[in-house]
C-alpha cells in the first residue's frame, strides 16, 4: 500500500481527523454516512485493498467494507459481538480469531520490550513458560475475555485478566488504571511484566500506549510512535485510539490542575475543545465524552 495508507504510517491525530471518520454514536447498521465509498471518496489515502497489499499498483482498487486504519470495520456485514467467545470478528482487524495472520518471518518470535522489563505479546508468547522464564516476566496481563491463564495454578506467575473483546463498542479505557497499577507492580519489583491480548496488536496495544502516556507524561503520538518503532505490526482499532486520545485529554487536564495547584492560580475557566469521540457506556450505547 501507499505511504500512509494504513494507521501505522500516519500520526494517530491526523488518521483519527478525516471528515467522516469520528464515531459520534452512529447506528451500529450504518456507522458512517456514505459507507466505505464516501470514506473513500474523502479520505483515499487513508485507504487500502487486498490488491493494495498484494503490491498491484497497475490494477485500480476496488470498494471494500474494510479500510487500512489498523482494521477498521466501516462496514454493516460483521457479526454479532456474542456469537462466538473471543473471535471479535466485528472488529475486522488483526486481533481477531479467524482473521488471517501475517506471514511468520513478520512476526516477532518472543515478546517485544518496550521498556526495560515491560514487554508486548501475543496469546503465543504468554504460552511459551521458556521463554517467560528466560525474560524474567512473572506478571502477565491478559487483555481477552476468555483465553486462558495456562500458569496460574503453578504460583510462579501473578496474573491479571481485563475482559474486552476488540470490537467498537468496548470500553477498555475503564480498565486504564488496574492495567497500569498492575504493571506499576510488577516494575517496582524488578519483575517482567507481558502484556498480551490475541495477536499482539490491538488491545494490548491500547493498553501499553496508556500506561506510557501516563507514566511517561508522553503525548498519544508519542507513545504511539514509541511502541511502532518496537513493534512494527500494531494496530489498535478506531474506537480503542478515540479512548486513546480522550485519555489523553483527561491526562492534560489533570496536569494543567496540578500545576495551578503548585502555583496558587486559579483554575483556567476555558473549556476543552469539544471531544468528536465516544466513550461505550455500561449498556454498549455510544455517548459523547463531557468537556
Not at 6 to 16: C, D, E, F
Not at 24 to 34: D, F, K, Q, W
Not at 104 to 111: C, E, I, R
Not at 180 to 209: K, M, P, W
Request: proline share 9%; aromatic share 8%.
Amino acid at each position: 500500500a501507499s505511504e500512509g495508507s494504513r494507521i501505522g504510517s500516519l500520526t494517530p491525530a491526523r488518521a483519527l481527523s478525516c471528515p467522516g471518520g469520528h464515531l459520534n454514536g452512529p447506528p451500529v447498521s450504518s456507522p458512517l454516512p456514505g459507507g466505505f465509498s464516501r470514506f473513500q471518496a474523502e479520505c483515499p489515502h487513508l485507504c487500502e485493498t487486498s490488491l493494495d497489499r498484494r503490491g498491484s499498483p497497475s490494477m485500480a482498487p476496488l470498494p471494500s467494507p474494510v479500510v487500512g486504519l489498523g482494521g477498521l470495520c466501516l462496514g454493516s456485514d460483521c457479526s454479532d459481538a456474542d456469537s462466538e467467545p473471543d473471535r471479535d470478528a466485528m472488529s475486522c482487524g488483526l486481533d481477531s480469531e479467524g482473521a488471517t495472520p501475517p506471514p511468520a518471518g513478520l512476526l516477532p518470535s518472543f515478546p517485544v520490550q518496550i521498556l526495560p522489563n515491560l514487554y508486548l505479546g501475543s496469546a503465543r508468547d504468554s504460552a511459551n513458560v521458556e521463554s517467560l522464564a528466560k525474560l524474567g516476566i512473572r506478571y502477565i496481563l491478559n487483555v481477552t475475555p476468555n483465553l486462558p491463564n495456562l500458569f496460574e495454578k503453578n504460583g510462579d506467575f501473578h496474573y491479571k485478566q481485563i475482559p474486552i473483546s476488540d470490537h467498537w463498542s468496548q470500553n477498555l479505557s475503564q480498565f486504564f488504571p488496574e492495567a497500569i497499577a498492575f504493571i506499576d507492580e510488577a516494575l517496582s519489583q524488578n519483575y517482567g511484566v507481558l502484556v498480551h491480548c490475541l495477536a499482539g496488536v490491538s488491545r494490548s496495544v491500547t493498553v501499553t500506549v496508556a500506561y506510557l502516556m501516563q507514566k511517561l507524561h508522553l503525548s498519544l503520538n508519542d507513545a504511539y510512535d514509541l511502541v511502532k518503532r518496537k513493534k512494527s505490526n500494531i494496530s489498535p482499532n478506531f474506537s480503542f485510539m478515540g479512548q486513546l486520545l480522550d485519555f489523553e485529554r483527561s491526562l492534560q487536564l489533570e496536569e494543567r490542575r496540578a500545576q495551578e495547584r503548585g502555583s496558587g492560580g486559579q483554575e483556567s475557566a476555558a473549556s476543552d475543545p469539544p471531544s468528536f469521540f465516544t466513550t461505550p457506556t455500561s449498556d454498549g450505547v455510544f455517548e459523547l465524552d463531557a468537556t
